[in-house]
């Protein structure tokens, strides 16, 4: 069955956690495999850090989650931010061989996820996310 959750929180870094732990609940419910879960987290770990960090400047404005499964192995993620209009073509990460700390978060969620996209919204940004998993077989009754 499809399934849908909706939630709402202010870009505070302390919030990345509680996002984290619905993803992981809600994605240990459809029976992914830990380390894909592990690597959603950190994917949305640094797409949240990012608002909060570059779009909102640590000003806690809210932003809504909106987590979609599309059976039978389909994730996808809207994060929408309520902050001054990004210029996709400007989001990139730094080079690999640039080694310090930061500025790898584009980068993770490009590896993690099939599909990274802005949707194009009257105000603020719209972060459009999707993955298909590799599912264990379901077991019989």
């Known amino acids: ?9 202010p870009g505070l870094v302390e919030n990345i956690k509680i996002t984290r732990a619905i993803l992981h609940t809600f994605l240990t ?10 690597d959603t987290e950190l994917a949305i770990n640094e797409a949240i850090a990012n608002i909060i960090q ?9 932003i809504t989650m909106t987590v979609n499964w599309l059976e039978p192995d ?3 993620i809207f994060l929408r931010d309520f902050g001054p209009k990004v210029d996709p073509s ?5 080079d690999l061989d640039d080694i310090r700390p930061g500025g790898l978060g ?6 993690i996820f099939d599909v990274m996209e802005f ?15 590799l599912l264990p077989p379901k077991k019989e009754d």
């Open 1 to 9: 069955m499809n399934q849908t959750i909706v939630f709402s929180f």
């Open 29 to 38: 419910f459809r029976g992914v495999f830990d380390k894909d879960i592990f």
């Open 54 to 62: 570059h779009t909102y400047k640590g000003e806690p404005k809210y």
């Open 74 to 76: 389909t994730l996808e």
């Open 90 to 94: 400007q989001i990139k990460s730094r």
């Open 106 to 111: 584009v980068y993770i969620i490009k590896r």
């Open 119 to 133: 949707k194009d919204v009257s105000e603020g940004n719209l972060l459009y996310l999707r993955k298909k998993y």
